[in-house]
């Protein structure tokens, strides 16, 4: 128990924390902090390229293994497993409408990249290797909860109507979007160049990549507090105990699965924070298409200013702490 | 100068429904578009502006395009069945161009 302590106070004290922290309680206390959107664009497909390329090129020196095989089901299984348990619980313990629930089922089901690049870098500033397909993992895990949640959210009514003005399309714009497709295409370029292409960019990518993500965590912050205060209107106890506990539940979920799939304690941290973390970008977007009469201040709030800085502050260091315990490590 | 009477259709929606409406439009098929990215505003769910958001939820975006009447007639209807279950604004207006065949 202490080590988780002494880990997560190593966390929240590194910078990228600190400055998330910051921008949380500045726009908490009313600061108009924020970032012009397009930078936070550029900064955020900085990241994607940085973390997609770091994955790749250590693919490249592991080589192809069952275990990247095993990890990609096991996202895949998460992915499309979370949604049910997290609709089940609030079934249980809210009043949500059943359309509600589905759509907050989607966002944990899916993952939250942004919690996935900050858990890298905690993980990694801990002397933990995680495997370089991690990435992929991650880019897997995307969608699978998307399509479980218009399943669970089949019996209403707006959602035959969506169906019949075109859903086409619709997974293949959230697998599209563009940080999967950065993220991906790196981790693929970071593959086929390997050691060779990193001594090439690396400079570029690894030396700025910390400072990058103080800046990037900086704005998050601020989107958070944002989300936070507009959570407090229209969340009830209930509803933000589910965005903080819910993220344990899924890790929890994931600690088997990281084991069957044979992950290292690095790799065993990093799908725990996938299978705890909460999309607030792509599946929204899904969402107002797919279930337009599932409520955005419910789930975008809830993932958005519940769940996404509690992932950020005490979350990563609590699954790292129990990937070491359970990987060994 | 001689002017010739078309519909302006104006539609303010979300912006992940945009491609669905230029869909529609693609399909009328009307002339052409132009999209504008709506920067804040205030409806029936409140208050929104750009700055204080992330990612394309919320987001509203207008889409403006001159057609002629029978155009309109066919565009109207299915615009408002794809947009019905959501928020959003479809209106028309009587306008004036000087170059009628380019609509």
């Not at chain 1, 309680?25 to 924020?34: D, E, F, I, M, R």
């Not at chain 1, 497909?45 to 095989?69: D, N, P, Q, R």
């Not at chain 1, 903080?244 to 799939?261: R, S, T, W």
């Not at chain 2, 029978?70 to 161009?97: F, K």
Request: hydrophobic fraction near 55%; glycine fraction near 10%.
């Amino acid at each position: 128990m202490d080590a988780i302590f002494q880990l997560a106070a190593g966390n929240i004290l590194s910078p990228p924390v600190l400055f998330f922290i910051l921008g949380f309680v500045g726009s908490l206390a009313g600061s108009q902090l924020t970032l012009p959107e397009a930078m936070a664009k550029t900064l955020s497909i900085y990241l994607m390229l940085a973390i997609g390329f770091k994955g790749g090129v250590a693919l490249a020196a592991e080589g192809l293994t069952l275990a990247l095989v095993l990890a990609l089901l096991a996202g895949a299984v998460l992915s499309a497993l979370i949604p049910l348990v997290a609709f089940v619980i609030l079934g249980r313990i809210s009043k949500l409408p059943r359309i509600d629930a589905a759509a907050v089922a989607a966002h944990y089901g899916s993952i939250s990249i942004v919690t996935f690049v900050a858990a890298t870098e905690a993980v990694r500033s801990i002397g933990l290797a995680p495997e370089g397909f991690m990435v992929a993992v991650a880019a897997v895990m995307e969608t699978p909860a998307i399509l479980v949640a218009l399943f669970l959210a089949r019996s209403a009514a707006s959602h035959r109507k969506a169906t019949e003005h075109g859903n086409n399309g619709l997974l293949q714009e959230v697998f599209l979007n563009s940080s999967v497709v950065v993220l991906m295409g790196a981790f693929v370029i970071g593959a086929i160049t390997g050691a060779e292409g990193m001594a090439a960019i690396e400079g570029f990518i690894v030396v700025p990549f910390t400072g990058v993500l103080c800046l990037f965590l900086l704005d998050m912050g601020a989107v958070a507090g944002r989300g936070m205060a507009q959570a407090r209107q229209v969340l009830d106890a209930r509803l933000v105990g589910f965005g903080l506990v819910m993220p344990f539940v899924g890790a929890a979920i994931a600690v088997p699965f990281a084991l069957l799939a044979g992950l290292s304690a690095g790799g065993t941290a990093l799908l725990l924070t996938l299978a705890a973390s909460a999309s607030y970008i792509a599946v929204p977007a899904a969402m107002r298409l797919a279930l337009p009469e599932a409520r955005p201040s419910i789930y975008l709030s809830l993932s958005l200013g519940v769940t996404f800085p509690m992932n950020l502050t005490v979350g990563i260091p609590a699954y790292a702490a129990i990937a070491q315990l359970v990987a060994g490590g | 100068m001689k002017t010739h009477p078309k519909k302006q259709m104006t539609v303010i929606c979300e912006a992940p429904v945009v491609g669905r409406i230029t869909r529609v439009l693609d399909r009328v098929p009307v002339s052409g578009y132009t999209l504008f990215d709506a920067h804040a505003g205030k409806g029936s769910e409140g208050t929104w502006d750009t700055d204080r958001m992330i990612g394309d939820t919320g987001r509203m975006v207008m889409i403006v395009s001159v057609m002629s009447a029978e155009q309109a007639d066919i565009a109207i209807d299915r615009i408002y069945e794809a947009l019905e279950p959501q928020m959003g604004i479809i209106t028309i207006a009587d306008v004036d161009v000087l170059r009628p065949d380019r609509f």
